[in-house]
């Protein structure tokens, strides 16, 4: 029994002998890796070593300074452009060569040879940037002769655009172009020859000029909304019975889109739109046949009486329908209205005044509810001679008192026509007719006795054509 432990002692003893002289062994080959790697770094530059990004892994510095002024001469710098192309600078084009003075060999004194180990996890004293010197003006002029720069070319870069179908607006796909921004390359170009860089990719650099708005952008995508909701508008003009359709074949021609895509309106075009309305429509100062009450015909040009579109309000009233996106049915903005619409605005409500009878009707509704002698204008001055044609109803008064030079008389009714050319009563007269007018007319008014002013008075409305011929 004695014997066995004694001899399990002894067998253990000599696997723990074994087990020290391994790790002394171990350590020992560390320590001569260590101190003969130190050694080696002595003279030699860390593994991982770069001088201007070219590499002097475990060199020597006089292979270094043979090696640097080498690699001077054949430095060039690679271009990598849109479309595979590639266009290079060499050292020669910009004076290229090395400013250094002892630079390397401070360099490799800087890495002690005793932390070479603590090198391989910390490249900062593995890496340096020796200084170069190079002829500005040379370098600029190499940047500005390459073949990107010519203006033939360049392709300017162009934002989605938009194109109106008899489906509505698609979107058309930008231009992407290959402009780019000199001095983004320019200061590379000097980076890279300061850092000993050999590529230059124009694309990660962001050097490329970029359309505002693509295809895909939430602008694009909203203003081609925008633009489909106001060509979906339809807008129907009523003039009495007759009507005019504006929809998209038309609104699409006035919407303009910026370089922003904001979507604007040709006002100009939008104008001229409601100018041709209105010299189809608009009935003041249009000739017009008119059936005196003696049933002769005669035609009549002159005058404020019929319909007029209000061109500006309106311009900016159907722009705003537009931006609706709606059907809608109205009528326009009238600076003046007529009471029918049709070749015979007036109907047959309306006031005659035949200058050179001297006498006055009204007719309502195509019947005849007064009629009488009146005096007008005094025809021997063209101020005072009451004008001629057809006009409406202003508005009407009671109890007024008329103004002019040198008078002013009151009147029971009072019913302008004309600016201040109107019909009323006269109690200063006691005869009407023949051809007081000639001689002892009015001042350009209608004078008419009590009654028949009263009358016509009392059954008139505002806008009723009121018609004066010779």
């Known amino acids: 029994m004695v ?20 790790i002394i062994t171990f350590i020992c080959a560390l320590l001569f890796i260590y101190f003969g790697m130190s050694m080696y770094f002595m003279n030699h530059f860390y593994f991982g070593s770069a001088i201007n990004s070219i590499s002097v892994s475990g060199k020597v510095v006089g292979d270094v300074n043979k090696q640097m002024a080498a690699e001077i001469k054949t430095y060039k710098i690679t271009i990598k452009e849109r479309g595979g192309k590639t266009e290079q600078i060499t050292s020669d084009e910009v004076g290229l060569e090395y400013d250094s003075d002892g630079e390397f060999k401070d360099f490799k004194d800087s890495q002690n040879p005793y932390k070479w180990m603590s090198a391989v996890f910390n490249t900062k004293d593995s890496k340096m940037i020796e200084g170069i ?3 500005t003006n040379l370098l ?14 360049i392709i300017e870069p162009k934002n989605a655009s938009y194109k109106y179908t008899d489906k509505g607006y698609v979107i058309i796909d930008e231009v992407i172009g290959n402009k780019g921004n000199k001095e983004i390359l320019y200061n590379k170009v000097i980076d890279a020859v300061s850092k000993g860089e050999t590529t230059i990719d124009l694309e990660s650099i962001n050097y490329y000029v970029k359309p505002q708005y693509t295809s895909k952008s939430q602008k ?22 007759a009507k005019e359709l504006l929809d998209a074949t038309t609104i699409n021609k006035w919407l303009v889109v910026d370089e922003s895509s904001n979507v604007t309106f040709d006002e100009k075009e939008v104008r001229n739109y409601i100018n041709i309305l209105s010299s189809k ?3 003041v100062g249009n000739s017009r046949n008119f059936v005196k009450t003696s049933g002769v015909a005669i035609n009549i040009a002159v005058g404020d009486y ?12 159907l722009i705003a329908n537009i931006k609706q996106g709606k059907d809608i049915s109205k009528e326009p903005a009238y600076s003046q209205t007529a009471l029918h619409h049709g070749n015979d605005d007036m109907g047959n409500t309306y006031v005659e005044i035949d200058m050179s009878a001297q006498h006055l009707w009204f007719y309502k509704n195509g019947t005849l509810v007064t009629q009488g002698d009146v005096v007008t204008g005094n025809i021997s001055s063209q101020e005072t001679s009451t004008p001629a044609g057809i006009y409406k109803l202003k508005y009407k008064e009671k109890d007024a008192t008329l103004k002019g030079q040198n008078y002013a008389s009151p009147v029971k009714y009072w019913m302008p026509f004309n600016g201040n050319v109107g019909i009323h009563d006269a109690s200063w007269r006691n005869t009407f007719g023949g051809e007081i007018y000639k001689k002892n007319g009015s001042h350009g008014c209608v ?3 009590f009654e028949l002013a009263k009358t016509v008075f009392e059954n008139i409305e505002t806008g009723t054509p009121v018609v004066c011929y010779y």
């Open 3 to 22: 014997n066995e432990l004694e001899n399990s002692i002894i067998s253990s003893t000599k696997k723990h002998k074994k087990v020290i002289k391994r």
């Open 133 to 135: 010197k190079y002829d």
């Open 140 to 153: 600029k002029k190499s940047v500005d002769n390459l073949t990107c720069f010519d203006k033939k070319n």
């Open 220 to 241: 694009t995508l909203d203003t081609k909304d925008l633009l489909n909701k106001y060509v979906d508008s339809k807008i129907t003009y009523t003039f009495g019975q």
């Open 281 to 283: 429509y608009n009935t």
């Open 306 to 317: 019929g319909w007029y579109i209000n061109k500006s309000m309106e311009t900016q009233n």
């Open 447 to 449: 004078n008419s006795p």
